[in-house]
């Protein structure tokens, strides 16, 4: 799956067409979508902006599907994820001999792109000393392979995207004021996910509908519990996290319904879970840990099956399988005052 299936658009003709993963309808999204259609006709850079996990290469996409580019190449290059000293070969290519290891001629991401658009992904990873031939590409639409002095031509717009502060990182000289200024022609600000919480019902119902089906596990149902647990979180990872959620959710699901996958204390139950290699030990984990928050406490609204989102009946059936008791408390021999001598084994 894409890393962050995000929005949906609602317009009709083209936009429904172009940006059907675009999934929300919140006034923070249609003002995102609201710039994307103004600027995807014409060929100016685009700059896009958010924290990770928002969006970025879905808008970047959509930009390049509303233009007179598409059905043109539309190539992506995530500068975070190649290291420096590849960096320009990958996106200017080289000439065979140009340099240790280069046996044959190789076409950069620049070419690829050539009549269409290229999306540079986190473009404030790309080194000082190559953002200067980054900006007279951009300028002059021309460059030179490594180990070549041929200048080759290209016609390609450039669509940018970084969860990094570029304004703060010009005033430590880390990124090129100049660089900036050409790049934010039109930025486009994605809001995070803690900014839009009325289009989490809708992404919900996206994810568990396309999860639900790769999985061969039908949801049927997602309680208003595990609906309000994810409306009340923050998602510091936001849309990206809400789908990771989800797809947990999916696999501990029983009878057809979505429990809540987020753990009772955040820090704490997450570190168990991301210690833990077996998908048995993680619904362990979470059931354990609910329960002991409940006091052992299994069914009722403070019980741990409404903490995660499951009936009592299934969360019955799951400790059977995961063979969790309660433990058996030492009893004082003479009761204290006021207390039956037969403690009460209600849940």
């Known amino acids: ?25 919140s006034a923070a999204l249609g003002a995102v979508l609201a710039k994307v259609d103004l600027v995807a006709p014409t060929d100016s850079t685009v700059l896009v902006l958010g924290e990770t996990g928002t969006g970025k290469e879905l808008v970047a996409r959509a930009v390049h599907n ?7 190449p539309f190539v992506k290059v995530n500068c975070a994820a190649i290291p420096f000293d590849l960096l320009e070969s990958e996106l200017f290519g080289h000439e065979r001999g140009a340099f240790t290891g280069a046996i044959a001629q190789k076409i950069g991401r620049f070419e690829m792109a050539d009549t269409g658009s290229l999306f540079l992904d986190e473009i404030g990873d790309i080194p000082l000393a190559l953002q200067s031939k980054l900006l007279r590409v951009l300028q002059e639409q021309e460059f030179e392979r490594l180990g070549s002095g041929r200048t080759h031509r290209i016609n390609v717009r450039l669509i940018a995207a970084t969860h ?44 568990v509908r396309i999860l639900s089906q790769r999985m061969g596990k039908p949801i049927q ?34 009878d057809g319904v979505l429990p809540n996958p987020l753990p009772i204390n955040h820090q704490d139950t997450v570190a168990v879970i991301c210690n833990s290699t077996n998908l048995k030990e993680v619904d362990r984990a979470l059931i354990l840990q609910a329960l002991e928050a409940a006091d052992w406490v299994i069914g009722g609204p403070v019980g741990a099956a409404a903490k995660l989102g499951l009936n009592r009946t299934t969360l019955a059936y799951k400790m059977n399988k995961l063979g969790l008791v309660r433990p058996i408390r030492m009893r004082s021999a003479v009761p204290p005052e006021g207390i039956d001598h037969a403690e009460s084994t209600a849940t």
């Open 1 to 25: 799956m894409a890393t962050s299936l995000t929005f949906r658009s609602r317009d009709s003709g083209m936009g429904e067409r172009s940006l059907e993963q675009i999934i929300g309808s």
């Open 66 to 72: 509303l233009s007179r580019r598409a059905g043109r």
């Open 164 to 207: 990094r502060d570029l304004a703060g990182m010009i005033a430590r000289s880390e990124f090129r004021s100049d660089l900036y200024y050409r790049l934010n022609v039109f930025p486009v600000v994605l809001p995070p996910l803690r900014n839009r919480k009325s289009d989490i019902p809708e992404l919900v119902s996206y994810f």
């Open 221 to 254: 149902q997602v309680p208003p519990e595990t609906m309000a647990a994810f409306a009340s979180y923050t998602w510091p990872g936001n849309v990206r996290e809400l789908q990771n959620l989800v797809e947990r959710a999916v696999i501990l699901s029983c």
